[in-house]
């Protein structure tokens, strides 16, 4: 069997690996061992044919790293101000009084203590609730 044979049988396995695993690593590996085929058929010796698969596998996978941490990760965001964390964020309240910028209001049945965001106008009324930090609703 020729070189270049080896190589493809071998990066075709890592392929069949591959949709096993569900990562993106063992596809740059078996690109990997595409170059040392493609080296094979180039003529290339033994030593050099995996030369090449690995500089190109490890260059592949460098690549696929650092795309990942850019690009696969959503920005984090505080939980308290997440709404698909937290359901009552977006909700609205009804105020009827505030005392220094904090309020009691009935709330999903139960008390809670509301406080102002900074810059809001303490009227009382209909508040959006912008964030929860333990029991306490946080609106503007």
Known sequence: MADWTG??????LVLILELFSGTFYLL?????MSAGALAALAGAN???QGLCAAV??????L??????SRFGKAARRDAAQDP??????G????????????????YRGALWDVELMPGSDTQAGQYTIRAVRGSRLIVG
């Not at 190109?56 to 996978?61: F, S, W």
């Not at 698909?84 to 964020?89: A, G, Q």
């Not at 909700?91 to 009935?106: L, N, Y």
């Open 7 to 12: 190589w493809f049988i071998a990066g075709g």
């Open 28 to 32: 740059m590996i078996a690109i990997g």
């Open 46 to 48: 033994g030593p050099l």
């Open 56 to 61: 190109v596998g490890v260059a592949a996978t």
């Open 63 to 68: 690549l696929l790293r650092r795309s990942r």
């Open 84 to 89: 698909n964390v937290n359901l009552d964020i």
């Open 91 to 106: 909700q609205s309240v009804a105020v009827a009084h505030w005392v220094d910028g904090v309020a009691r209001v009935m």
